[in-house]
């Protein structure tokens, strides 16, 4: 598995660890590609401290943002790795007969560090069979600027999926070929989400799930909690609007309070992956950097009514946060399940 298993970021840490699970519970010997970068870790750690750039964390948020990276780095120690080899040079990989890129914004030549890495697109691997497993162009969405040199490397892997209908568009424009559309990992294989268990909470509670949220939206969820007596809580990021924060929260931390809360509050996708994984109302807001694959989701499944815009009425936000996925939701969900088992079960009988 080649993907961005190493992030400061709930979503990568579980994508990685649920798929490379999954492909365990299949009976594959699957690792993670354990690729190492300074450049990348010190802009991974920059980040990680000052997620809201160029806003300056507050002096009493460093420690807990400390304590985030180091419990990221304990439990990315702990899934099944390679050794480690440099980014930029894979040359040390031992043969492998497949490699399977993704998920998350793998092919995303906007990403502020990723973005362009060689890597991903299968450069300097050993030829083994290449192929990808929902990954994703992010908020990447230029057709043309994709034509050419990332095309021509797009075409040396053997079967192509992806998570998100602009990822589907921009390979059928680049490449004229139909990219199969699958679930993120975490949806197709939730049972280490699962396994994590539940926060034993006294009192109801809704997630908070992201940063940089609108003022506008900051103000309608704050007086919808205040109105319903619904404590906020934040995990991974400060949010002054929210009652309670868990800054430092490990990831599986993060899996035990999106599993006991009532609801979520996001502008992340896995925000909207893991409410959807536990079954939990949601109410989403779109940001400039993830509004694709956002509203893809959303429409993937049919949850568009969950995303709030500033001229939603107050009645959408109840309801999002109180009305439970409707029954057509799972079963769009299983469909795609189906989808996704089919699609890694034909990557996989290439080689095994």
Known sequence: MLTFHGCINYGSYWQARCLVEGLRSMNVDAVLLNHKSKRIDFAEWRCAFRPELPIATSAEDYPLYREKIRKFLD???RLPLSAPFALEDPSAIEDLPLVIVGSDE???????WYGGSGLFFGEGLQKPLLSSYAASFGNFSS??????HWAEKLRNFSRISVRDLNSKLL?????????????????Q??????????????????VVYGHSFPAWFQRMVRDWADVNKTRLISIGYRNN????????????????LIGGASAIVTNFFHGCVFA????????????????????????MVGIEESVISEFSPAS???????EAPRPDVAWHIESLRHNSSTFLNHVLEQVF
Do not use: M
């Open 241 to 256: 609007w929210a009652h309670q924060h868990r800054i430092d929260a490990a990831p599986e931390e993060f899996a035990r």
């Open 75 to 77: 439990a990315v120690s």
């Open 276 to 299: 959807l994984v536990n079954e939990k109302p949601l109410a989403s807001v779109l940001s400039d950097y993830r509004s694709n694959k956002l509203r893809d989701l959303t429409a």
């Open 316 to 322: 959408q936000l109840h309801l999002a946060l109180t």
């Open 106 to 112: 793998v092919w995303n030549l906007h990403h502020p």
């Open 189 to 206: 294989f939730p049972q280490a989400i699962f396994d994590a268990g539940k926060e034993d909470s006294v009192s109801p509670y809704v």
């Open 143 to 148: 057709a043309r600027r994709l034509n050419g």
């Open 171 to 187: 390979i059928r424009e680049a490449l004229g070929i139909e990219a199969e559309l699958v679930l993120d990992p975490c949806l």
